[in-house]
């Protein structure tokens, strides 16, 4: 099938995104260390930089389908602009910390802040349901290809200008500055969507909450354990375990982006793979019965006894952990009607956004204590496997459309 403008619009403004997402990750905490903040202050940075991203998505994802989803998407993209500069700007915590609250940054190297929820909603717009999930997994895989060459070109540009001379701060400093140039190449993107991007439905004259009606039900439960899943990845954020291995084994920046560059490409694969089996075993098995090994395998990790071990743990972790999330994606799109899906993932979204948020600031207390500083993963991996029972449990009877075909 041949695709809009708006879809190729969609898929570049994710790239860029993603990149700039990785970009940071590398460098964010020890940025952050460089001007003389503890893990414990760091963790706690975080949490707020998650609760601060949940509030604003919250009520730029609801409103957008009525308010208009290109005019959401360019707020988001100057408030991303606007972290960016602050950063640059100060190194004082607190407006550091109020920077981070009110604009976006992404601590963890994945999405963050109201785009995703935005974008799929437009893009389920341009699409069938039959293209969804599909779909949905070559825009994860660019997401993470972006990622990973954000994160490698972010680790060794660091690098390469402290071996020229340039202080490790001041080299930080020139990765805050080009996600800064980020969100201003965002602003260009999203200016030339079309209208065929916004809702076209009107929306039931019925009370709303949240931006939803009837499928009120179905989103509130999928969001509380949206967020059990997130509170669980908010133990070991792509930043912290960064940290993590820079702390343990003593490598440097650049190699830190070699191993995330080479985790996110098996992660945006493991995306695309979700797909065949969706199609064979349903979108809530693939979900499910992909994530358990995967957190086994992340538990694993801190077990390692030397750093090759580690990476080829952490890797083999990679190369399926993202097999449930273009399922996710689809699934929230496919189970609420056409005019509630901005909504719909906006409030799944801010709902694992306050998981997430909650996490980080009880990490950096652990890191803080060397003997302590591996339980992280052990939290992340076992509340991960807790979540994907639950979901089992709940939806596995409740089917997407495209499974009811017969």
Not at 106 to 125: D, Y
Not at 352 to 377: C, E, I, K, M, T
Request: glycine residues 8%.
């Amino acid at each position: 099938m041949t695709h809009s403008r708006d879809f190729y619009l969609l898929f570049s403004t994710r790239i860029v995104r993603l990149f700039a997402y990785g970009f940071l990750s590398v460098v964010l905490a020890l940025y952050l260390a460089g001007i003389h903040i503890s893990e414990t202050q760091i963790g706690l940075m975080l949490t707020l930089t998650l609760f601060g991203d949940a509030g604003v998505s919250l009520w730029i994802t609801t409103v957008a389908d009525r308010l208009g989803r290109r005019k959401m998407l360019l707020l988001g993209s100057m408030l991303m602009l606007l972290a960016g500069v602050a950063f640059l700007l100060t190194q004082n915590p607190v407006l550091l910390t109020l920077a981070a609250i009110i604009g976006v940054i992404s601590p963890s190297g994945n999405e963050i802040g109201p785009f995703l929820s935005i974008e799929q909603a437009g893009l389920s717009q341009i699409i069938s349901d039959q293209e969804r999930t599909k779909v949905f997994a070559w825009y994860n895989l660019a997401g993470s290809f972006a990622t990973a060459t954000g994160a490698l070109v972010g680790g060794w540009l660091s690098s390469a200008l402290q071996d020229s001379g340039m202080s490790e701060f001041s080299s930080y400093r020139v990765v805050l500055a080009g996600y800064a140039g980020a969100g201003m190449l965002l602003i260009f993107g999203f200016l030339a969507l079309t209208p065929a991007v916004e809702a076209t439905h009107k929306r039931a004259q019925v009370p709303t909450r949240l931006g939803l009606h009837k499928s009120k039900k179905v989103v509130f439960k999928l969001s509380w354990l949206f967020a059990l899943d997130a509170f669980a990845g908010g133990f070991i954020l792509q930043s912290m375990m960064a940290f993590w291995f820079h702390v343990h084994f003593g490598i440097s920046a650049g190699m830190i982006g070699s191993i995330f560059f080479g985790a996110n490409i098996l992660a945006g694969i493991s995306a695309l793979l979700a797909v065949p089996m969706a199609k064979r075993f349903g979108l809530i098995n693939t979900m499910v019965f992909t994530h358990i090994p995967s957190n086994l395998l992340l538990i694993l990790v801190p077990l390692m006894p030397n750093l090759a071990s580690a990476i080829a743990v952490l890797l083999a972790r990679f190369a399926i952990s993202q097999m449930d999330v273009p399922t996710r994606q689809s699934y929230v799109m496919a189970v609420v009607s056409p005019d509630e899906r901005s909504a719909a993932s906006g409030v799944t979204s801010i709902a694992r956004s306050l998981g997430a948020a909650v996490s980080p600031s009880l990490a950096g207390l652990l890191f803080a204590v060397p003997v302590l500083a591996s339980v992280p993963f052990y939290l992340c991996g076992g509340l991960k496997i807790v979540y994907d029972l639950l979901l089992y449990r709940e939806f596995q009877t409740v089917k997407p459309p495209e499974e009811h075909v017969v």
